[in-house]
């Protein structure tokens, strides 16, 4: 039982390695296929959202005041904030909330 994590560590890797060199070896030509790239194209935000969503409830003490900032965020960033306002906004509504939660 105790060399079944270097199996684990192994198996991950060979699974990390396959997945950046197939596309390599496998797509000679450019990607023509309009519905294809455009699936790429959003493939970063939406593992990037994966990503950050379950942080930005956990972040905080209270899940509620991490809800409220992301819908500040959003609400700020759809009337167009940029990227450092809608983060002070988030941040500023953390503090605030917590203070009262």
Do not use: D
């Not at 959202?49 to 905080?60: D, E, G, N, R, S």
């Not at 409220?68 to 759809?78: E, R």
Request: charged letters at 10%; glycine letters at 6%.
């Amino acid at each position: 039982m105790q060399n079944s994590i270097w199996i684990y560590i192994l198996l991950m890797s060979g699974a990390t390695y396959a997945v950046r060199v197939l596309p390599l070896t496998l797509l000679r030509k450019p990607i023509r296929n309009r519905f294809f790239r455009s699936f790429l194209f959003y493939v970063p935000y939406a593992t990037l959202a994966v990503m950050t969503f379950p942080a930005i409830l956990h972040a905080a003490r209270s899940p509620v005041a991490g809800g409220a900032a992301l819908v500040l965020g959003i609400v700020s960033a759809w009337f167009g904030a940029g990227l450092f306002p809608v983060a002070l906004i988030c941040c500023a509504s953390v503090f605030l909330l917590e203070l009262f939660l």
